[in-house]
Each structure stands twice: as C-alpha cells, then as structure tokens.
C-alpha cells in the first residue's frame, strides 16, 4: 500500500471543512484540478474510495472517515511543533554569538560587578520613572541598576526564557522588589507608545543585525521627553602590553564571527549617529575607558580574566571551525592576553554610554 503525504491530510481535512472541491481549492491557494489530481492519487495508492459525490457534494466513505479522523490529530500535532520549534528559534536566538551557557552567565556577571563603578554611577533617572530595561539577559545590569533607582519601577525583558528565569532568581536573591520580567522582542515591543519615562539598554546592540530598528522600537515606547541610555564596548579601542599579534588576530576574529551573524562588535563608536538618525535630541556619549595595571587587581581578575579573555575564550570552537585562526595563533593569543593580567601588564578598552532625549 502506498504511503499517505500530508498534503492529503490538509486537503481532506479542508474538504471537510468547506465541503467541495471547489471551496477546498479556494482555501488552499490551489487550482481545483490539482486538488482533485491529489484525490485519485491518494485514492489509487491506497486502492480505496475516500469520498461519494452525492448532489455535488464530497460525502466521506468509511476510509475517508477514518483518514479524516487521524488527520485532524496529526494537523494539529503539527500545527503544535511548529509553534514549538518557534519557541526554541526564539529562545536560542541563533545569532547571539556568546551563548547562554553558564560560563556566558557567570561572565556576563563579573562584567557587570567589575566594571559597574565606570558604567554606572551616573545612571540615575528622576523618582518613580517607568523603566524599560531591554535585552535584561541574566539581571546582571538589573541587580546594578535597579537598586540604584529604589523609588522607580522597571520592566526588564529579554528573548530568551532561560536568560529570564536566571534574572529573576537573582534579583529575588538580592532582595530587589522593583523589577518585574517579561519575555519579549526589542524589534516587536509589546507595549503601547509613549508608555515608558526611560529607557536602558546595555550590550544588545552589538548583537543586532538592525541596531537602527531596535532603537526606533524603543523611541515608540518613550513618553515625549523621555530619556533613553545605551551602553555598548567598541573593541577596536582595545590595546594592551605586552602586545601581541595573536591576541589582536584573536580580538579580530571576534570582530568577524560577529559580523557574520549581522552584529558588530565595534558598535559603541557608533551610538551617536545611530541615535541621530534615529530622531532622538540631545545626545550626548561619554567614552568609559578601562584601564588595567598591577595596581587594579580587582580589574585584573573581573575584567582582563573573567571579562574579555573569557569573552574571547568563549569563541574558540567557532573561529577554528570557521577557519578565522588556527589553532596555534588561538593558544598563543589566548596565552597572551593572560600574560596582559601578570606583572607589568596593561589592558586597555573602552565603553560608549549614550544618553538622548525623544522630542
Ligand atoms: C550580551 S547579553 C547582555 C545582557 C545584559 N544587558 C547585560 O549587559 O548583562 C545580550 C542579551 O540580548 C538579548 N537579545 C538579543 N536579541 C534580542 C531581541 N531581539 N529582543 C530581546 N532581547 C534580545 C539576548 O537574549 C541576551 O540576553
């Protein structure tokens, strides 16, 4: 016996749905001579009759019945896994180049804590504001900010489920009261405009393939006269001694892995014009250097080791499947910039925080 194919199951299901051939074609985007060809076909595999026309219409045989049935399980079984699969696209979102691994997380957070003095002491937004911070990933921003703003609320989202439920766990560990999770897409907001007094945003761009887009999403959801900040590092502004061409071949080969997954990882000299064209005044975007010697141990650790070197570490297995280094010029690169963290080493990057108004 032959084998029934999908394409029948819809068309009979169709048909019972709308009743003739006609309809069914209609429906299904398909000419009736086509609909009626995959009938006999099914109907000539499976050496049976599924339908009696009575007065024109399509009146099911027992077989037909019974495929009738079965497919209505199997469509909407199907009709479950591509909801499924949409929620696991969404999820991994297949162009975030870092993962969301532990290591990511554990990373994600010593970036935060290491560098939050540079970042943010300054990012303070006027009492009881409606904050929308957005692609929250871990909390790690969330646990810095959100206290810095007892008397305001913030609505963190992010894609990723995984990235939320961790968010969540640590702002309710650190007994912060002032943040409630959303999952959602910075490109499809689901908010009303001019719904929010300021907006956060804080390594997403850089991952963005319409960095531009996002931010205009964002402006929908600025009250007039809202403000909005964005923090993104450039890493074309990193430098270090002793210096090295592996390690910098290796700061480059991040550059391109992100490339081609339609970010870019020297976003941060960027924000102005992006901001600009974008509609939003009074821009202004200060450079946060950070810079590392012997004298900075805690930056040493937090931010040369377990920042950007994990951050780079963490790309190996891509740029060698990639071919964007080998595995030499990768250890020796690796090797090196660790040896920026021992005596008489220094390391040099810079972040861009920008601040704008929606007019
Ligand atoms: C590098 S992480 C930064 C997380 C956090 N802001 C921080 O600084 O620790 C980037 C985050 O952006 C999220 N993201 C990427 N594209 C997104 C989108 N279209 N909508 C919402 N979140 C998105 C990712 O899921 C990831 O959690």
């Known amino acids: 016996m032959g084998s029934i194919e999908i394409k029948h199951l819809k068309l009979i299901d169709t048909i019972d749905q709308v009743g003739t051939l006609k309809r069914a074609a209609k429906k299904l985007y398909l000419t009736q001579s086509a609909l009626s060809h995959q009938l006999r076909e099914l109907e000539t595999r499976l050496e049976i009759r599924i339908f009696h026309r009575v007065n024109n219409q399509l009146v099911f045989t027992p077989a037909g019945k019974a495929i009738r049935e079965a497919s209505e399980e199997v469509l909407e079984r199907m009709h479950a896994l591509e909801g499924t699969i949409q929620e696991i696209?969404?999820?991994?979102?297949?162009?975030?180049?870092?993962?969301?691994?532990?290591?990511?997380?554990?990373?994600?957070?010593?970036?935060?804590?290491?560098?939050?003095?540079?970042?943010?002491?300054?990012?303070?937004?006027?009492?009881?504001?409606?904050?929308?911070?957005?692609?929250?990933?871990?909390?790690?921003?969330?646990?810095?900010?959100?206290?810095?703003?007892?008397?305001?609320?913030?609505?963190?989202?992010?894609?990723?489920?995984?990235?939320?439920?961790?968010?969540?766990?640590?702002?309710?560990?650190?007994?912060?009261?002032?943040?409630?999770?959303?999952?959602?897409?910075?490109?499809?907001?689901?908010?009303?405009?001019?719904?929010?007094?300021?907006?956060?945003?804080?390594?997403?761009?850089?991952?963005?393939?319409?960095?531009?887009?996002?931010?205009?999403?964002?402006?929908?959801?600025?009250?007039p006269e809202g403000t909005i900040t964005l923090i993104e590092g450039d890493h074309g502004s990193t430098y270090f001694h002793p210096d090295s061409e592996n390690a910098k071949k290796l700061v480059e080969a991040q550059v391109t892995l992100q490339r081609k997954k339609g970010g870019n990882a020297n976003i941060g000299r960027e924000l102005y014009p992006i901001l600009y064209d974008s509609g939003f005044c009074d821009i202004t975007v200060s450079p946060r250097q950070v810079y590392v010697d012997d004298s900075k141990p805690e930056l040493v650790e937090g931010f040369i080791k377990n920042t950007f070197t994990a951050m780079i570490k963490g790309i190996s297995e891509e740029a060698l499947a990639q071919k964007v280094v080998d595995k030499n010029e990768l250890d020796a690169g690796i090797q090196d910039l660790y040896r920026t963290a021992e005596g008489g080493g220094t390391f040099c990057y810079t972040f861009f925080k920008a601040k704008a108004k929606k007019a």
């Open 89 to 223: 696209k969404k999820d991994d979102i297949r162009d975030y180049i870092h993962g969301y691994s532990d290591e990511e997380t554990a990373r994600l957070n010593d970036q935060a804590k290491s560098i939050s003095q540079i970042l943010h002491w300054d990012s303070k937004w006027d009492k009881e504001s409606l904050i929308l911070e957005a692609g929250c990933g871990v909390g790690a921003q969330t646990r810095i900010i959100a206290p810095l703003n007892p008397e305001s609320s913030f609505v963190s989202i992010d894609l990723s489920s995984k990235s939320l439920k961790k968010a969540k766990e640590s702002i309710e560990e650190n007994n912060i009261e002032n943040v409630t999770f959303k999952k959602a897409d910075i490109f499809q907001l689901p908010f009303k405009d001019a719904h929010f007094d300021h907006v956060f945003l804080c390594f997403v761009l850089e991952h963005l393939s319409r960095p531009m887009d996002a931010v205009k999403e964002l402006k929908r959801v600025l009250k």
